[in-house]
């Protein structure tokens, strides 16, 4: 899930936005809104965003100061800019500052909206590698369906950050409907063979070094186990999932 934070001194179009936001993206979360920079910037370096939708012209510390302070500071959040002043717009082009991308106001909400999800996608992605790097010390057979319902259960449960997995009926049925699949039971069939594959194909060592057992268990503890792991890995990172 994106955590936004947006800074903007213009009440309404904040308003706006954030209605526009919350109804039309699923996995996006905005922290804190922001009518100045001092608060702003603040709360940018101390606390992990996403994505931050800046307007240049505010009071005190204005857009390009805070994008400067971002970029000196290598913090790693995606910054869209915004402004209706082309004085700002000009000093940030010559700045060359790295950012996503600059509104010129007014502009489409829908644009802004299109490019959040498309940040929110690329995010999704991000999560699908990290779960594939995740399972590769398990020798999972990659061309059985079951494994790619695996990794569709992991990115399932993360993104409705389920610690406990839901019923095995529930995630299968969520399965079969995702991809087309009539009968949600052969979703099941499908993932306990990829499991057994996995178990026959990957030595002991591996397993014990994975878990914390070596004796197979039931397919929902299996998965939750997986979950458990992708957590754990993340929170050692230091990273909010």
């Known amino acids: 899930m994106l955590k936004i934070a947006i800074i903007d001194d213009n009440f309404e179009f904040v308003e706006n936005l954030f ?4 109804t039309n993206i699923k996995n996006i979360k905005i922290v804190k809104i922001f009518t100045d920079g001092n608060s702003a910037i603040k709360y940018i370096l101390n606390e992990k965003v996403d994505v931050i939708l800046l307007d240049l012209n505010l009071p005190n510390i204005n857009g390009i100061e805070i994008i400067e302070e971002i970029n000196n500071k290598n913090i790693d959040t995606k910054i869209i800019a915004m ?7 000009i000093d940030l082009l010559k700045k060359n500052l790295n950012i ?7 502009f489409e909400i829908k644009s802004l909206i299109d490019t959040f999800k498309k940040l929110e996608s690329n995010s999704m992605k991000i999560k699908r590698r990290d779960i594939v790097n995740l399972l590769n010390p398990l020798s999972f057979n990659k061309n059985n369906i079951g494994y790619f319902y695996i990794i569709e259960i992991i990115e399932y449960c993360l993104e409705n950050k389920y610690k406990n997995i839901p019923s095995n009926n529930e995630l299968y049925k969520y399965i079969a409907k995702k991809n087309n699949c009539d009968n949600y039971l052969r979703v099941g069939w499908n993932i306990d063979k990829a499991i057994k594959t996995m178990y026959k194909l990957t030595d002991s ?4 070094e994975f878990f914390t057992y070596n004796i197979s268990p039931s397919t929902k503890n299996f998965l939750n186990s997986l979950v458990d792991k992708f957590y754990t890995i993340n929170i050692n990172k230091g990273l909010d999932i």
Not at 100 to 106: D, G, I
């Open 205 to 208: 060592k591996t397993i014990n």
């Open 100 to 106: 996503e991308r600059l509104f010129t106001k007014p």
């Open 83 to 89: 402004s209706g002043d082309n004085s700002f717009i």
């Open 19 to 22: 209605n526009l936001i919350t």
